[in-house]
């Protein structure tokens, strides 16, 4: 089974505002990554975090790897309604290799 | 540049009926995987092929289900014997070597009557 726990499960927000939304886990991992998706379509890598404490931005999007290798977050600054879609964590545990999980998704709603 | 593609984007099958559903990783990328998606769920891992490296087959949930990656590239992900329950978004994803970073396919939609 998953063991990412992604929250929150769903968000809706004004345009405008600003979004926050983590995952978090019993276990270690090696990476964190970042996806969206858009309704129809396969997963959009957004962000991917390499290093423990690191913090990455892209464009509005900014994310962390967590201190403990057992956490990420993801803040959305100033949304606009194309953010609309599922966001999804995804870690790449220390081992074996190619064993990524990933999270349940959040998904975000925004209202114009 | 050419993402990862899938065929066909949807498809309707009987119970009881074999499926095979393909994807064409990003050329170069070494590692490919398969995912299913579940209506509102996340992502389940399937199978996950590294070069000419033994596939790590522990996410297949039966033995009706089986993956072939033929010279290193396109992959074809079979389902035998379709039950309602096999009904999903069926997502490829391919990564270059030594990379975490995985791309993704469109997605093939099944659909299991």
């Known amino acids: 089974g998953q063991q990412l726990n992604q929250s929150p499960q769903s968000m809706f927000i004004q345009e405008g505002e600003d979004v926050s939304m983590n995952c978090t886990s019993s276990?270690?991992?090696?990476?964190w990554l970042w996806y969206k998706q858009d309704p129809g379509e396969g997963p959009v890598l957004l962000i991917a975090?390499?290093?423990?404490?690191e913090l990455t931005s892209n464009g509005r999007l900014t994310a962390q790897f967590g201190i403990t290798r057992k956490d990420s977050f993801l803040n959305i600054s100033a949304s606009i309604p194309s953010d609309v879609g599922i966001y999804f964590c995804?870690?790449?545990?220390?081992?074996?290799?190619?064993?990524?999980?990933f999270g349940a998704g959040t998904r975000l709603t925004v209202k114009p | 540049g050419a993402g990862v593609s899938q065929s066909p984007s949807n498809k309707v099958t009987e119970k009881g009926k074999d499926v095979e559903l393909r994807c064409d990783p990003i050329?170069?990328?070494?590692?490919l995987y398969w995912y299913r998606q579940s209506l509102g769920q996340g992502l389940e891992f399937l199978i996950y092929?590294?070069?000419?490296?033994?596939?790590?087959k522990s996410g297949l949930p039966s033995d009706r289900f089986s993956a072939e990656r033929t010279g290193g590239s396109v992959s074809t992900l079979t389902i035998q014997r379709t039950q309602q329950e096999d009904s999903a978004v069926y997502l490829c994803?391919?990564?270059?070597?030594?990379?975490?970073?995985?791309?993704f396919g469109p997605g093939t939609r099944l659909t299991v009557t």
């Open positions: 994803a391919s990564s270059a070597f030594d990379s975490f970073e995985q791309y």
């Open positions: 276990s270690i991992f090696n990476t």
């Open positions: 975090l390499y290093k423990a404490g």
């Open positions: 995804a870690g790449q545990l220390l081992s074996p290799a190619g064993d990524m999980r």
């Open positions: 050329s170069g990328h070494t590692a």
């Open positions: 092929f590294q070069g000419n490296s033994a596939p790590d």
